[in-house]
């Protein structure tokens, strides 16, 4: 059996297969796929978020890129919203909106929210169960920061 299958079981992840730093990072993952490209600017744009949050000061430059091939690769292997569930089950409530805020960054990183990113963002926020004056709130505030 391989290694894929041992870690997957009904297209959803093992749920202690991801860490907390792991889920959030795969939720930005996700959020940058939402349209369907993966450009430089938004892998850049990634890597540099992880660096500047708390809960990834313990990895190095290589863990972190190291992190991100890894989760690219279950996107490209389970898609999605599996990673988005799989990342959900493993984020404690109280890192659920900075999961969401960081959605929002990747989405905007290219300058342009189309279709897909809006749609990705309004499921995002029912799956994370973020209220959605909060929701509308942490957007409006990163489209005008992200502006300027």
């Not at 992190?67 to 890192?95: H, I, M, N, W, Y």
């Not at 969401?100 to 809006?118: H, K, L, W, Y």
Request: proline share 3%; glycine share 2%.
């Amino acid at each position: 059996m391989g290694l894929f299958r041992k870690l997957f079981r009904d297209n959803k992840l093992d749920p202690n297969s991801l860490s907390q730093a792991e889920a959030l990072a795969a939720i930005a993952v996700a959020a940058i796929a939402a349209d369907g490209y993966l450009l430089e600017e938004e892998r850049q744009s990634i890597f540099s978020v992880m660096s500047n949050l708390q809960v990834f000061k313990k990895y190095s430059s290589r863990q972190r890129l190291k992190l991100l091939e890894k989760l690219f690769d279950l996107l490209r292997q389970k898609g999605a919203p599996t990673l988005v569930d799989s990342a959900k089950d493993a984020l404690p409530p109280k890192l659920r909106e900075t999961a969401f805020a960081v959605a929002i960054n990747m989405v905007i990183a290219d300058g342009t929210i189309v279709e897909s990113e809006r749609e990705f963002l309004r499921q995002l926020e029912q799956v994370l169960e973020i209220p959605e004056a909060c929701a509308c709130q942490m957007i409006k505030s990163m489209l005008v920061k992200n502006k300027t």
